[in-house]
């Protein structure tokens, strides 16, 4: 019987392909992409075949044979392999680890009951065929010329949609899909958006427009079961619309036409951990390998793509005014918090503009930062305070639950009774999250609904979406929220936004913090007077509460200037070569004792040195992390910069085999396009 050899990505951590022998002839022949059950140590694991071929280098006795062929499953497609190559070698990782996960776990099962069942339960699925959407509404004239730009769009072509917040981006997307979805009747689009269970208003909206098309949806918290289903109609070409988060960038799209991410300035579409991608650069990667229109939008671009689209590598195109008719940007206000000092966190022209929204029957959010009672507990005398003994962080005091909690290790305690170093028994709160501002809201307007949203309030499946609810059926009259009520939302009731304590960002050693900062402010800002002003209700407006209000932040934010903020972060970052206009790679180590990790790094500089090192590479010192320990290890990272992303990639390609022959014990990582610094 003759043979041949599959050479077979696996997930493992090891840079390698494996080979292994399957009798060809008598078989149907494998393709590359089929999926395959081969031995692996001591397991049975599921790998992707990436090559078939007729020899081996791997001697005869120690070839071991694969043990099935997924054949039941098309094989993933040459282009799907192609990205996941592509991510695979710019995040510096191995192939089958940034391949793998991209298909569902249940297809990685070594038995095929579950993908049989899958298979069938599809088959039988009924597929509609009638693209045509339903209840369109009427697209204003920039709308319309923003959807037919994308809609209309051939080849590569990527677009910034810059349209501020209420300004009806969704209908741009829905109508651009519904475009694509007409002229090609296998046309497939890909949705990205940053949380899912955040805005379910867009799935809902997808799916009442075009119900005449398979929507699938890809996203963590689905089950198992369901995620093979919708990946398995992606794959099939069944799904016409893929919605879902950052892990969707990976799915197997065959017939990928036009790919759009809405609220592209989202942190969350940066990956934190394993292979720490950006889906939106792998999206744009995606779209310049398909040649397929790609839309970011946002009402505040990332500085990557504001650069890209003031450079006119992106095709820029505005949406300048709200939707809604008579629907207008709010007005934002500053208060001086060093003249109207906060009482409970909250100043007396904020409470007043509350009282006003109260008598008024209109709803108020409130956006604070920060969840739990109180960052930290202290002792007024002796000092003490709660440390968390794990990591370089404060115990954050969870009162209602008589818990304090780290947030990095998830440490708990019962709040002591009395102070561990001194006895003293009154022990105080200082600062304030959101837990402390409900409970004074609640003493200052006992008459109010009052609803806190933040992770502690949303911990349960599908609590988020309650609360969302009650707020857009108007059962809340005061919302307090961390930046999971800064998202998208919709809400049609609100007229005045707080924000409680923005400063704390100001001056971060994070040079992103500021864009950040802005990008979520004027979100926030956003969720204000999204609908027309009724005979006789408030003009909506946000209160800053700010001790610097004279700050050029805050001076771009009451002008709603986006594009002049944007512009003078640029040049600052140009000035002192920074990212958009530098690249960058982070090498982080973590040990027990922040020494080691300290002098793996400096190894792992030192072996990279004179010629070595390709001109225009920087290798900065090796420094603590700024959160040097957590669960109780220490962390220290080193930059790697250049101004020319080829240069850098090519020295990092050459950086980590070296690392790898190091064989190190000390845990490390590399970053490329690092977030945090
Ligand atoms: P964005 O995502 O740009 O912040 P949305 O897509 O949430 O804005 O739209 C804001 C509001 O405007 C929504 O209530 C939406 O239904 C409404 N809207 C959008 N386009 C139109 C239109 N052409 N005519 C009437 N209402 C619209
Ligand atoms: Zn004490
Ligand atoms: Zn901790």
Redo the contacts with the bound molecule.
């Keep these: 019987m003759s043979h041949c050899i599959l050479r077979i990505a696996l997930d493992t951590p090891l840079h390698a392909v494996f080979d292994y022998r399957w009798p060809c002839a008598a078989t149907e022949r494998p393709q590359v992409g089929h999926l395959a059950l081969v031995p692996f140590g001591r397991r049975e694991v599921v790998g992707i075949i990436v090559g078939v071929a007729d020899d081996t280098d791997v001697p005869e006795e120690k070839l071991k044979d694969a043990l099935a062929v997924r054949l039941q499953l098309a094989p993933l497609p040459a282009q799907w392999l192609a990205l996941a190559g592509f991510a695979a070698e710019y995040y510096q990782r191995p192939l089958g680890e940034v391949a793998l996960p991209g298909v569902p776990k249940n297809l990685r099962l070594p038995t095929t009951v579950a993908l049989d069942r899958a298979i069938k339960k599809l088959a039988k699925t009924a597929i509609g065929h009638d693209p045509a959407p339903v209840g369109m ?4 004239p920039e ?1 319309q010329r923003a959807a037919d730009a994308i809609g209309g769009a051939e080849g590569f072509a990527p677009m910034l949609l810059y ?1 501020v ?7 741009v997307y829905l109508q651009a899909c519904a475009q694509v979805l007409a002229r090609d009747e296998h046309a497939q689009i890909l949705v990205l958006v940053p949380e899912i269970n955040l805005t379910p208003q867009l799935e809902s909206n997808i799916r009442a427009r075009f119900p005449g098309v398979m929507v699938a949806t890809l996203h963590s918290s689905l089950a198992e079961g369901e995620r093979m289903l919708h990946w398995l109609a992606a794959h099939q070409g069944q799904a016409r619309i893929v919605l879902g988060t950052r892990l969707a960038i990976l799915a197997s799209l065959p017939h990928l036409r036009l790919i759009v991410i809405d609220e592209e300035h989202d942190p969350s579409y940066k990956q934190q951990e394993g292979l720490r991608y950006s889906a939106r650069d792998l999206a744009v990667w995606r779209a310049w390998q398909l040649k397929i229109p790609v839309v970011l939008g946002s ?1 505040t671009p990332s500085l990557e793509s504001w650069h890209h689209a003031q450079s006119k590598r992106y095709r820029k195109l505005e949406l300048r005014e709200r ?2 008719k008579q629907a207008v940007l709010p007005a934002v206000k500053l208060i001086n918090m060093e003249h109207d000092k906060p009482d409970g966190g909250v100043t007396m022209q904020l409470k007043a503009a509350l009282r006003q929204r109260l008598e008024r029957g209109e709803q108020s959010l409130l956006f604070l930062n920060r969840r739990g009672y109180a960052p930290v507990i202290c002792c007024d005398s002796c000092g003490w305070v709660s440390d968390c003994q794990r990591c370089t962080a404060f115990m954050v005091l969870h009162k209602g639950e008589f818990k304090l909690r780290c947030h990095h290790c998830s440490l708990e305690m019962r709040i002591p009774r009395h102070c561990p170093t001194c006895g003293n028994i009154d022990l105080q709160p200082l600062g304030r999250g959101t837990q402390r501002i409900e409970e004074n809201l609640r003493e200052w307007f006992p008459e109010a609904r009052i609803l806190r949203i933040d992770a502690d309030s949303t911990r349960r499946k599908g609590s988020a979406q309650e609360a969302f609810d009650t707020v857009h059926r108007g059962d809340v009259d005061i919302l307090i929220g961390t930046q999971m009520v800064a998202k ?1 939302h ?1 809400f049609k009731k609100l007229t005045l936004v707080g924000i409680l304590n923005p400063d704390t960002a100001l001056f971060s050693q994070d040079y992103r913090a500021s864009e950040r900062l802005f990008a979520q402010l004027m979100q926030v800002a ?1 969720r204000a007077g ?1 609908t027309a002003q009724a005979e006789g209700g408030s003009a909506s407006e946000v209160l800053v509460q700010t001790r610097y209000p004279e700050h050029p932040l805050y001076a771009a934010l009451v002008r709603h200037d986006y594009d002049r903020f944007a512009g003078a972060l640029l040049a600052e970052r140009e000035q002192a070569g920074l990212p958009p206009y530098l690249y960058q790679a982070m090498l982080r180590a973590e040990a027990p004792e922040l020494a080691k990790a300290l002098e793996f790094l400096q190894a792992a500089r030192d072996c990279m040195q004179g010629e070595d090192i390709a001109q225009g590479i920087t290798l900065n010192d090796p420094i603590p992390m700024s959160m040097t320990r957590v669960y109780n290890v220490d962390r220290a990272q080193l930059l790697a910069e250049s101004p020319s992303r080829p240069a850098l990639q090519a020295f990092l390609k050459e950086w980590m085999a070296r690392l790898r022959d190091m064989k190190s014990r000390v845990k490390w990582s590399l970053e490329v396009d690092p977030v945090d610094i």
């Design positions: 509404p009427e697209l204003n709308q349209g917040t209420g300004s009806g981006k969704t209908e009402a939707a809604v998208g919709d956003g999204r």
